[in-house]
């Protein structure tokens, strides 16, 4: 005869000291649960006891995060010719004065500016893209007047000696296929490699060089119910190519092509960066699928009971039943698949499971 109830036999499970409950796909909220309203329960209802213990409850899903670097065209080539020589490797961090590719073994330069190069730069020329040279070469050492858009003796000075640190003859003069102008300098940039790889002809007018995030764009592609078990804020464990990173949740947004997908979209933690000194391990084309943890209830140590246990009167009180039949009132920390840890009970005492005989018919 069981300790409970009178007929039937039923085995006995004791928790263990630790109890980790690891996640599976799809596994939601588990606080969610609704206890059923108390109820009397019949002398022959039949039980099994458990006895609660120190343990651990949390709970996770493991999907794929799609990291991709955003890219932005910044920069058109003005030279003509054949590509003999390409220098800039995607992703690449680059400042002004850094070459990005030869045409016709002339070096293409990267400089800051708004203006694009649109025509030839020599000694008389004014404007604001002689302003944006004279700062390049300003930032290269080369020119230490004011970037003031007259291209005078010190600038053509300070243009042979850029042209000569460049293997170039010296004469003086900027063509408008030397320099490609982008908003913003330092930063990551990429070219088009279909348009610029060694041996492609150039025409002028191309859109070679795209500007990157500052870093990788991270989100997750999941189902709706998923979703659901997701809310802002919630902890992401990213596992890249030789590191860890941690995210978390800032939004969703639904997939594009409709029906039960949503795009779960990834911020740092705090406003930092998901991958900080290690983005340049996401590939720059493409998109890279990282195997991710989302802990959908944060693991919490403590007395663990199983949710069957728990049992809920009108009035929303939690309490457990003893093995003699005592009530012990409890409140419920954490739960998930089917667990819960709680306080007001010690480990070592016999609990009822399920709590209520209707449960247990």
């Known amino acids: ?27 939601g909220w588990a606080g969610a649960q609704v206890f059923a309203p108390r109820a009397d329960v019949p002398a022959e209802a039949a039980f099994t ?6 343990g651990e409850v949390g709970s996770s899903i493991t999907l794929n995060t799609v990291a991709e670097w955003a890219q932005t065209p910044v920069g058109t080539n003005q030279a003509t010719g054949t590509v003999t020589a390409v220098h800039a490797e995607a992703g690449a961090a680059m400042d002004a004065g850094a070459v990005l590719y030869d045409v016709e073994l002339r070096p293409v330069v990267i400089a800051a500016g708004a203006v694009p190069a649109f025509r030839a730069l020599s000694q008389g020329v004014e404007g604001a893209d002689v302003a944006q040279l004279q700062s390049m070469l300003a930032t290269l050492g080369l020119y230490e007047g004011e970037a003031d858009g007259v291209f005078a003796w010190e600038t053509r000075a300070a243009v042979e000696a850029w042209q000569d640190q460049l293997g170039l003859a010296a004469d003086g003069v900027v063509q408008a296929g030397d320099l490609i102008f982008v908003p913003e300098l330092p930063g990551r940039f990429t070219l088009d490699h279909e348009l610029v790889s060694r041996g492609t ?4 007018g191309e859109a070679v060089l795209a500007g990157l995030s500052p870093e990788p764009v991270f989100t997750v592609p999941a189902t709706t119910a998923q979703g659901a078990s997701m809310p802002v804020g919630t902890r992401v464990e990213i596992a890249a190519d030789g590191a860890d ?3 978390e949740v800032a939004g969703q947004r639904p997939a594009e092509d409709g029906g039960d997908q949503v795009v779960v979209i990834l911020n740092g933690v705090e406003g930092a960066s998901v991958c900080a000194q290690e983005c340049e391990l996401v590939p720059v084309e493409g998109q890279s699928l990282l195997r991710s943890r989302i802990v959908t209830q944060a693991s919490v140590t403590g ?14 009180a939690v309490s457990v039943i003893d093995a003699e039949g005592r009530e012990h009132a409890v ?13 007001g009970a010690d480990a070592g005492l016999r609990v009822r499971v399920p709590a ?3 449960a247990a018919g």
Not at 308 to 314: H, Q
Not at 332 to 343: D, E, N, P, Y
Request: charged fraction near 15%.
């Open 49 to 54: 006891f458990v006895e609660l213990a120190e």
């Open 303 to 316: 007395i663990v009971t199983p949710s069957a246990a728990l049992r809920s009167d009108a009035g929303g």
């Open 356 to 358: 209520d005989a209707e």
């Open 245 to 247: 990173w941690v995210a």
């Open 1 to 27: 005869m069981s300790e409970g109830g009178a007929g039937r036999r039923r085995p006995v499970w004791a928790l263990g000291a630790v109890l980790v409950l690891a996640a599976g796909a799809g596994v």
């Open 201 to 204: 002809v150039l025409a002028g």
């Open 331 to 343: 409140e419920v920390v954490a739960s998930a698949r089917g667990m819960s840890v709680i306080t």
